[in-house]
C-alpha cells in the first residue's frame, strides 16, 4: 500500500539507461529485479537464447533448437565462470 502513496519513484531510469548503465559498469554483478548475479551469468544466458531462437528459425524444429542453446549456454557459462574465479 505504502507505494501507491508515493509520489515519485526513487529512480527514474528507462529501460535504455538501465541497459547502458549495466554495460558501461566495471562491476561484476548485475542487479535483476533486486537480486546481484555474476554478468558470466547473465551473458551465458543471452547467448543460449539466441543460439536457441537461431537453431530454430534456421531447422523450424525445435528439438535442436532447445539442444542447441542449452549447449551454446552451458558452455560459455562454464567457460566465462572459470575465466572469472581465475580473475578473482
Do not use: F
Not at 55 to 79: C, D, F, Q, S
Amino acid at each position: 500500500m505504502a507505494e501507491i502513496l508515493v509520489l515519485v519513484y526513487p529512480q527514474s531510469m528507462t529501460t535504455a539507461e538501465h541497459i547502458r548503465s549495466i554495460a558501461s559498469s566495471k562491476t561484476t554483478e548485475v542487479t535483476i529485479a533486486g537480486v546481484p548475479w555474476p554478468r558470466y551469468k547473465v551473458v551465458a544466458l543471452v547467448i543460449g537464447l539466441i543460439a536457441a531462437l537461431v537453431v530454430g528459425v534456421v531447422t523450424m524444429n525445435p528439438a535442436p533448437a532447445v539442444l542447441g542453446g542449452a549447449a551454446a549456454g552451458a558452455l560459455t557459462w562454464l567457460v566465462l565462470g572459470a575465466a572469472a574465479r581465475s580473475r578473482d
